[in-house]
């Protein structure tokens, strides 16, 4: 079983910057690909972006790339989202999750699927304003 915890959200202005961490705890907790997801009031949930357990392989949204970056530190069990130049639409409470399985790949025309992910965290709110 492997525990995740996002921090880092808060409000900030159109065109800043915010880093999302999520810390992993229990089993091989640095190990596992993870995906970040987020959720907009009144919105279905939507894949942001993904990074392979070793984090040679990063994917991205449309609507995220070229301002948000996915990285690792094994060390730390830690997956980083840096998001740049946020947009009101980038709005919403943040999750990340991970596979199960600790040094799995995820087929990459599966990444972006919630149903990849096995362990998710309790999410971290993130907003932007115009």
């Known amino acids: 079983q492997v525990t995740l915890v996002e921090s880092g959200g808060g409000f900030v202005q159109a065109g800043e910057s915010l880093r999302l961490s999520c810390v992993a705890s229990?089993?091989?907790?640095?190990?596992?690909?993870t995906g970040w997801f987020r959720q907009a009031p009144g919105k279905e949930r939507e894949f942001v972006g993904h990074i392979s357990w070793s984090g040679g392989t990063t994917n991205y949204a449309d609507s995220v790339k070229g301002r948000f970056t996915i990285s690792r530190d094994n060390d730390k069990n830690t997956v980083y989202l840096q998001m740049n130049n946020l947009k009101p639409e980038d709005t919403g409470v943040y999750y990340c999750?991970?596979?199960?399985?600790?040094?799995?790949?995820?087929?990459?025309?599966?990444?972006?699927?919630?149903?990849?992910?096995?362990?998710w965290g309790q999410g971290t709110q993130v907003i932007v304003s115009s």
């Open positions: 999750a991970a596979e199960k399985t600790p040094f799995a790949i995820i087929y990459s025309g599966s990444v972006n699927r919630a149903s990849a992910y096995d362990y």
């Open positions: 229990g089993g091989t907790s640095g190990r596992h690909a």
